[in-house]
């Protein structure tokens, strides 16, 4: 079976950027039976879906997975029989437990629930040691840049929502317990506080480096250019969210520094990092990623998916195996400059950032989040947008924004409708209506995270 921990796990990580990808490939597939045979033994709900399946079988022989399907045979699906869902949401019913071990053991950890179904999930030891030695080898792209950042003294500075339990702030706190005087290497700022606190709060520290959403790395963005945040990271990465290429080039033109994303979810841990060229790599060492379109065929490289499906071939105890996740991405296949291996990918969004306009016929099409809003950020005299999407025949989209200091806001309101009237007009979509928001634009407050762009059901109904 294919299980490591502590410096066997690490080394394995370590070594995996000198192999062939036909030496990844075999390990994968090794991996990927050790274990679909172990599930089918300690897992009830496999015990009994995957009864039947030959002993030479194929990925495309096991089911599809979806939150729905988890959540509601949770207690089955889980090899540990000590692991139970009423036992996990009990243990989250203490905001102190997040710093803390379930059953002395597992991490736990919840989704945002984007799709509408928040999941819980429970992350073993091994599956916790692929997430924290991946990101500690392959999160700073080179090698030049990590000397760089350990001579002057190695401050990282974690932005995110520390009210939950995500598997962000999780990990954190898990690994700032292992650390002597965790305050000098290691902060943990909540993005739900104030932006004046946490401003303050980072330019005291002085990070060498930084790791925040894409959605709140535009308000830092802004705040540095005002002066207000005195911070000159080496290196700035995001993960969380989508990284826009304009959040990207403004942050690193007002910074002075490259801006790198990373791809990580609940379910698979780390699914890929940036390298030098800014192309995102694979962790196909632990991970098996499939581009799937809408009836979970895979689609050429090249081609946009609908879906993804993800096997986790780290994390035994609760199995994430061809699960679905709404993220859109495309695969390529050309060499990557840096000499790397593994595959990339572009992640082109979520389903859930898709809004539909309905035609004069009453039917609907749907326009993504990069058609829609293309161009927007060039509005001279915004700092930030919202558009949020009215369901109805009317059409009604609601925009938030702020604009700049000493420009009108009337005429930045216009200058944003015009934009999207441009781009509806360019895609012969229907046209829309459009109402100025009293709102600012906002993340959800549970959650941290930021949808530049999302729908509801009814006019003046979220």
């Known amino acids: 079976m294919s ?3 502590g410096a066997f ?9 000198f192999r062939s990808e036909r ?3 075999l390990i994968q597939n090794k991996r990927f039976r050790d274990l679909v045979n172990y599930v089918r033994k300690h897992s009830p709900y496999y015990a009994e879906k995957l009864a039947h399946l030959p002993e030479e079988f194929t990925l495309t022989a096991l089911p599809v997975m979806t939150k729905s399907v988890i959540m509601e045979n949770f207690d089955r699906i889980v090899t540990d029989p000590e692991i139970t869902l009423e036992g996990c949401n009990k243990f989250m019913l ?3 437990n997040r710093k803390k071990k379930y059953l002395d053991k597992y991490i736990v950890a919840t989704t945002s629930g984007s799709t509408g179904v928040p999941l819980v999930s429970v992350l073993d030891p091994q599956s916790m040691g692929i997430f924290v030695y991946t990101g500690s080898t392959r999160l700073i792209p080179s090698n030049a840049l990590f000397m760089k950042m350990f001579l002057k003294g190695f401050r990282m500075a974690n932005l995110v929502s520390d009210r939950g339990f995500y598997l962000g702030n999780g990990s954190l706190h898990q690994n700032i317990a292992k650390v002597k005087n965790p305050d000098k290497l290691m902060q943990v700022f909540d993005i739900l506080n104030p932006v004046e606190t946490i401003v303050e709060g980072l330019n005291e520290f002085d990070p060498s480096a930084m790791h925040c959403y894409p959605s709140f790395l535009e308000l830092l963005t802004e705040e540095k250019r005002a002066g207000r945040l005195r911070i000159n990271p080496m290196m700035i990465l995001c993960g969380g969210e989508k990284l826009r290429e304009d959040v990207r080039r403004e942050a690193q033109e007002v910074f002075g520094v490259k801006v790198y994303g990373n791809y990580s979810c609940t379910e698979a841990g780390s699914i890929g990092y940036e390298c030098v060229h800014q192309r995102l790599h694979i962790n196909e060492d632990w991970l098996i990623l499939e581009a799937v379109d809408e009836e979970f ?3 050429p490289p090249g081609v946009r998916s609908s879906s993804i499906l993800i ?3 780290g994390n035994y105890s609760m199995p994430f195996i061809r699960y679905e996740v709404s993220d859109q991405v495309i695969f390529h296949t050309d060499p990557c400059p840096c000499g790397k291996k593994s595959r990339t990918i572009t992640v ?3 389903n859930s950032d898709n809004i539909q306009l309905m035609k004069d016929d009453g039917s609907f099409i749907t326009l993504t989040y990069m058609q829609l809003l293309s161009g927007l950020k060039t509005v001279e005299g915004m700092v930030r947008y919202q558009i949020v999407a009215h369901k109805g025949k009317d059409n009604l989209l609601e925009i938030r924004f702020i604009s700049r200091e000493g420009y009108d806001r009337q005429k930045v309101y216009e200058g944003i409708c015009d934009r999207l009237t441009h781009n509806l007009e360019h895609l012969k979509a229907p046209m829309a209506s459009y109402r100025l928001s009293d709102k600012e634009p906002g993340a959800n407050p549970r959650t941290g995270k930021f949808s530049a762009l999302y ?3 009814e006019a003046g109904n979220e």
Do not use: M, W, Y
């Open 94 to 96: 203490n905001h102190e």
């Open 455 to 457: 729908q509801v059901k």
């Open 3 to 5: 299980r490591k921990s």
């Open 311 to 313: 096997t986790n071939l």
């Open 9 to 17: 796990l690490a080394i394995d990580i370590f070594a995996d950027r």
């Open 297 to 299: 065929n895979p689609v």
């Open 23 to 25: 030496k990844r490939k």
């Open 348 to 350: 082109e969004g979520r």
